[in-house]
């Protein structure tokens, strides 16, 4: 069974910068693509950012692309989002999900399994 941890959430003023981490167990994880959601109260859940298995594709959101970044350490079973430059409007619970293949896109179909989520907030 596959687990997904994430942390690093936190409250932060806008213009400030955050590190999600989302440790995986299981020895799969450097075969299947990455990737970060994030959900507001009263709105769906929405696509942030993907990396492929290998760490060599990445895709974006329009909404925070410039401002946030996901990688990968397969040694520590880990994916990480470093979020910069923060706006109130980044203020979510953020989830990490495995794809069900290496390379996977936007939709959340596409993930297998889910984090438990882990608020970030952005004050103005």
């Known amino acids: 069974q596959v687990q997904l941890v994430e942390s690093g959430g936190g409250l932060v003023q806008a213009g400030g910068s955050l590190r999600l981490s989302c440790a995986a167990s299981?020895?799969?994880?450097?075969?299947?693509?990455m990737g970060w959601f994030r959900q507001a109260p009263g709105k769906e859940r929405e696509f942030v950012a993907t990396?492929?298995?290998?760490?060599?594709?990445?895709r974006y959101a329009d909404s925070v692309k410039g401002r946030f970044t996901i990688s990968r350490d397969v040694a520590k079973f880990t994916v990480l989002l470093q979020m910069n430059s923060l706006k109130p409007e980044d203020t979510a619970v953020y989830y990490c999900?495995?794809?069900?293949?290496?390379?996977?896109?936007?939709?959340?179909?596409?993930?297998?399994?889910w984090g438990q989520g882990t608020q970030v907030t952005v004050s103005s």
């Open positions: 990396i492929s298995a290998s760490g060599s594709y990445t």
């Open positions: 999900a495995r794809g069900r293949v290496a390379v996977s896109g936007r939709n959340v179909g596409e993930y297998a399994y």
């Open positions: 299981g020895r799969t994880f450097s075969y299947y693509a």
